[in-house]
């Protein structure tokens, strides 16, 4: 099945800086790529997605990259706030396109 | 609010025990995910259903089971509980269940004793 890598898995950063949260697949059929942030005590939200016909995709301060050849996708926080502490999760669409395969988390500190 | 509610929050229980998770998606989504949440396996899928019928099976243990109501909520089933089930159950829903998005519910804490 697919198998999906994620790095750093802690990140610390100074409130206004950027973070970049980096993640490979394996499977190059996997072609949904969504992104999941989890603060404590709760479930993870959808942040942002990327399909594989798409190499980048903004939302205000958040930005994802896709390299389909390389297989591998990243999240780009920029001006990063205190509240945007919390464990990220990349994941990844099966061949068949019905469950995620999801990394093992970033857990990012913002210092203010 | 995701709009996916679970229930219970919390559950504590003893090893051997059965109990039920329940699972209500976001209104019109058709399709429900369960995943387990442990500290050493991360996020791992185990079932996922679509308009009631089953659509695709993870590492679920054979003495776990799920379904999907007609009304399209979802119940996880867990029995004979051992220690290590202990985690955090997360039920997620999508509309079409291919290749969309995922909404997840809060989860319910499962510790076993």
């Known amino acids: 099945g697919e198998n999906v890598e994620q790095h750093p898995s802690t990140l610390s950063v100074q409130e206004g800086d950027s973070a970049v949260i980096k993640c490979t697949y394996s499977?190059?059929?996997?072609?949904?790529f969504p992104w999941y942030k989890q603060e404590l005590g709760k479930g993870p939200q959808l942040i942002i997605d990327?399909?594989?016909?798409?190499g980048e995709k903004k939302d205000q301060r958040i930005a994802v990259t896709l390299n389909k050849t390389a297989k591998h996708f990243s999240l780009h926080i920029t001006e990063t706030q205190p509240e945007d502490s919390a464990v990220y999760f990349c994941?990844?669409?099966?061949?068949?396109?019905?469950?995620?395969?999801f990394g093992t988390g970033t857990s990012l500190t913002v210092i203010p | 609010d995701s709009g996916v509610t679970q229930t219970p929050k919390h559950l504590i229980t003893a090893t051997g025990q059965r109990v039920t998770l329940r699972c209500s998606p976001r209104?019109?989504?058709?399709?429900v995910y369960w995943y387990q949440q442990s500290l050493d396996q991360g996020l791992q899928f185990l079932i996922q259903?679509?308009?009631?019928?089953?659509?695709a099976k993870g590492n679920i243990l054979e003495r776990f089971s799920a379904q999907q109501f007609p009304d399209l909520h979802s119940e996880l089933n867990l029995s004979s509980l051992e220690l290590g089930d202990s985690a955090l159950y997360f039920c997620?829903?999508?509309?079409?269940?291919?290749?969309?998005?995922?909404?997840f519910g809060q989860g319910t804490r499962l510790t076993v004793v």
């Open positions: 997620a829903s999508s509309d079409t269940g291919w290749n969309t998005e995922a909404f």
């Open positions: 499977d190059s059929a996997s072609n949904y």
């Open positions: 990327i399909r594989s016909n798409v």
């Open positions: 994941a990844a669409s099966s061949p068949t396109g019905n469950q995620f395969y």
């Open positions: 209104s019109g989504d058709l399709s």
């Open positions: 259903y679509y308009n009631g019928e089953e659509r």
